[in-house]
């Protein structure tokens, strides 16, 4: 999977509104021991994964995520920035993603850092 596929489709989980179709998406991006750390959360497997996501709609509801800029990589490293906004609006969050990924490009550890967010 290209960085590009993987940051699509990892964007594409934060904003699917349906958990089976988000636990689809991340059997698809994530290994089954993958691990997501932020400042607010700490995730084991993807179905702490999921019910985070879920959480994270109903904490933001009319807001996405999206990425902002280029996706940096190297070894297997990824790092992308992401905005969390609603359609034609200044952001309300923002961030920087550190992704590992396997040799598959599936992730495997997401460490992400708020570089600003609402007080939750």
Not at 18 to 44: G, Y
Not at 52 to 74: C, K, N, S, W, Y
Request: charged share 20%; no cysteine.
């Amino acid at each position: 999977m290209t960085a590009q596929t993987l940051a699509d489709q990892y964007f594409a989980t934060w904003n699917e509104p349906a958990a089976d179709r988000r636990a689809e998406l991340i059997a698809a991006t994530w290994t089954e021991d993958s691990t997501f750390v932020d400042p607010s959360f700490e995730t084991h497997g993807h179905d702490e994964l999921n019910k985070l996501m879920g959480a994270a709609q109903h904490m933001f509801p009319g807001l996405t995520f999206v990425r902002i800029g280029d996706i940096d990589e190297h070894h297997e490293y990824l790092r992308w920035v992401w905005h969390l906004k609603a359609e034609g609006q200044e952001p309300v969050a923002g961030g920087t993603d550190l992704v590992r990924v396997d040799a598959a490009g599936r992730i495997t550890h997401l460490i992400g850092f708020h570089d600003f967010a609402p007080a939750h």
